[in-house]
């Protein structure tokens, strides 16, 4: 096991100061970052050699864990014999044909057509434009905006950021893209439906799209579960009413499921489990469980088949260079066999079970504690100053940032924190013990912070 001396973590830690411009950057944020050194399954181990259990999959994506040297080989055979060519016109490569046949047999049935990006911001940004591209084919021009959620997360491009519907992604960036808008609670709302876990209803969006005119409206972009926003999963009947919301305003469903895509939900994907079908479907993060970067965004047969019967003068002038890049091509079939031999999918749902029951079993009547929620092996709860009048900790508390690093540096657990939100989403190779170590480090550092 490398660990490293002080002196030398010092001055990476100098150095990173100096010069790294880190994701969602706060320079206080990094005056002293862990160094992660290694890591094997769900263990990460830093520079000084503690271990920590990896509680998020590291961004939501390490699915099949660290430190499998499988993935690794595969990316130095292909790299061997061909890393890269370009997949523009006239050209292709044996991965990338076959990493879209699997991904294909294990989405929606009525998904046609892959393409390759390199992320999940690229995915959604991707969307929006083949959404865009397809209502002009069908010379409806006009329909050009996009709906999406508040407290939605979609990715850190301009439009992408425009997509996400939490202001502090827009502060200081705008303006922001036109045409992007996101839903509110309408004034009159009048429906017996039951609420998502962070209060809105299907019936939100079709207000959207009244509000702005369906004929405007290209598409509408949903997490299945909210993720960076905090864990906020939907009400049961959520997908199939918006499903029939969309259909009958002529308005394309796009499935952001860079997170619940490839089994975290308990399901290869989220939508699977209400069967409902989207129009697009964005994913990135698991599909290569992070070994090496890549996404796609995935169009029904009626734009794919759009797309392969185009006008002589239009093209779809969207690229990458990376697009459909054989090493992470191959990276990702290797990846989706070890979720296979493994039973990753039916072990999430497993896993996320013992999870929920966990958490609900100890913090379920905490006077600190409420919304415990969760699909699969993705749990959140908010910590409130009272759980029985619902009345929140001032944001100055910064109880959830406490309780975050209480179970890091007590319970050697790391995981994110969203304002008052906890969320745990851990790799989905997680057992029975690991999770456990998960519910005493949360369960602790709840007592310690916010009292018994
Ligand atoms: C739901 C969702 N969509 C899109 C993205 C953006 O993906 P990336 O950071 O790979 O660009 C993320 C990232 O966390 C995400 O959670």
């Known amino acids: 096991m490398t660990t490293m001396d002080e002196r030398t973590i010092a001055e990476l830690i100098r150095a990173d100061r100096a010069h790294f411009i880190h994701p969602q950057y706060y320079a206080p944020d990094h005056e002293n970052p862990i160094v992660f050194d290694h890591g094997e399954g769900v263990w990460l181990t830093d520079a000084r050699g503690r271990r920590y259990i990896d509680g998020l999959a590291s961004l939501w994506n390490v699915a099949v864990g660290h430190g499998r040297g499988e993935l690794a080989d595969a990316a130095a055979a ?12 006239g050209f292709t490569n044996v991965p990338a044909i076959e990493l879209a046949q699997k991904v294909l047999e294990l989405t929606y049935d009525n998904m046609a057509g892959v393409f390759y990006t390199n992320s999940g911001s690229e995915s959604n940004e991707g969307a929006l434009k083949v959404a865009r591209f397809y209502w002009n084919l069908q010379g409806r021009p006009d329909k050009v905006k996009l709906i999406a959620r508040e407290r939605s997360y979609h990715g850190g491009t301009l439009a992408t950021s425009s997509m996400t519907g939490m202001a502090p992604f827009w502060k200081y960036f705008g303006p922001m893209v036109p045409e992007i808008v996101h839903t509110r609670k309408p004034d009159n709302l009048e429906c017996d439906c039951e609420p998502n876990t962070d209060g809105e209803c299907a019936h939100w969006m079709e207000a959207a799209i009244e509000r702005e005119g369906a004929n405007t409206v290209a598409a509408v972009i949903c997490e299945p579960v909210k993720g960076a926003g905090g864990v906020f999963p939907p009400s049961d009947d959520y997908f199939r009413t918006l499903r029939e919301i969309c259909d009958r305003h002529d308005v394309l469903m796009i499935a952001d499921e860079v997170i619940t895509g490839f089994g975290r939900t308990g399901h290869w994907f989220a939508l699977q489990r209400w069967d409902v079908q989207p129009d697009i479907l964005s994913i990135a993060k698991a599909i290569t469980s992070a070994y090496v970067p890549m996404g796609a965004f995935i169009v ?80 959140g709860f908010t910590l409130v100053r009272d759980a029985e ?62 009292g018994e």
Do not use: W
């Open 78 to 89: 292909q790299m061997r014999k061909l890393a890269f060519t370009s997949a523009y016109t």
């Open 300 to 379: 029904s047969r009626p734009i794919m088949d759009a797309l392969q019967d185009l006008p002589p003068d239009a093209r779809f002038m969207h690229a990458y260079t990376n697009s459909g890049h054989p090493a992470a091509a191959a990276v990702g079939l290797r990846n989706l066999q070890i979720f296979e031999d493994e039973n990753l999918v039916a072990n999430a749902a497993a896993m996320g079970d013992r999870l929920m029951d966990g958490l609900r079993s100890r913090l379920g009547g905490h006077a600190h504690v409420t919304n415990i929620r969760g699909l699969g092996l993705m749990a």
């Open 389 to 450: 009048r619902g009345t929140p900790y001032e944001p100055s508390e910064a109880t959830g940032g406490k309780v975050a690093r209480h179970m890091r540096e007590e319970g050697g657990v790391i995981t994110r924190f969203v304002g008052d939100h906890i969320v745990m989403a851990p790799p989905l190779v997680v057992n029975g013990d690991e999770i456990d170590i998960m519910l005493g480090a949360v369960d602790s550092a709840v007592r310690a912070v916010a």
